[in-house]
């Protein structure tokens, strides 16, 4: 079945500790990876669409890649401002994702 | 980018009876969807709201527990119907702007439900 799993489920970083969250997926013809923020209290905020391997996106300290896998989520010099769930998820049809369960990270000032 | 207001943030409900969620944008949308967010999991998509016609469920839910209704494009209520407990989780409607070419949904907060 096609589905999307995210590692790790929680992360604790220092302030300035570069690190990466990683998403896997499985379904074949991949129309586009998505990565959101979700903040406590919150609905998911869009960060990054992904189409074809090889792809990268950056944002501030973000940086999202693709593989025929997986994706990663780049974190540089994470700030607390940086703490939040980070969800990824696959578009397997038209408007239709299956999302991870997230990586909820926290950054420690 | 569109803003989307979700009513009631959350609540709490009796077992068996029902809540009507609204979710309103603040422009016209084609696509409005419904999904449900269980404590520690990913979002499942419920169903498509579809303006003018009857939404569309994924598998696994219903009509008959989950009454949609879309009166027009900026607007549309998610009821859940003769809760349990197993029903508390935070729902969500999320849109894709009509004038964007690309498929990036739009959440609103959600609301967060517990039933007792």
């Known amino acids: 079945e096609d589905q999307v799993t995210q590692s790790p489920e929680a992360l604790r970083l220092q302030e300035g500790e570069s690190s990466s969250l990683n998403c896997s997926y499985t379904v074949s013809g991949l129309r586009g990876l998505f990565w959101y923020r979700q903040d406590p209290g919150k609905g998911p905020e869009f960060l990054f669409t992904l189409y074809s391997a090889g792809e990268e996106k950056e944002k501030e300290r973000l940086k999202a890649t693709l593989t025929k896998k997986e994706s990663f989520l780049h974190i540089t010099a994470p700030k607390p401002e940086d703490s939040a769930t980070y969800l990824c998820a696959e578009e397997y049809n038209f408007n239709k994702f299956y999302f991870g369960s997230g990586t909820k990270l926290n950054v420690k000032p | 980018s569109a803003v989307i207001s979700q009513k009631p943030s959350r609540d709490i409900c009796q077992r068996g009876t029902s809540l009507t969620i609204q979710c309103q944008v603040d422009?016209?949308?084609?696509?409005m969807f419904w999904y449900r967010q269980q404590p520690g999991q990913s979002l499942t998509l419920i169903a498509t709201a579809n303006q003018g016609s009857e939404a569309t469920y994924e598998s696994g839910f219903v009509i008959d527990k989950f009454p949609i209704s879309r009166p027009n494009l900026t607007f549309s209520t998610l009821t859940v119907s003769n809760m349990s407990p197993e029903d508390s989780s935070i729902y969500l409607c999320s849109v894709v702007p009509s004038d964007r070419a690309s498929n990036i949904q739009y959440f609103g907060a959600g609301t967060r439900l517990s039933v007792l």
């Open positions: 422009s016209q949308v084609t696509m």
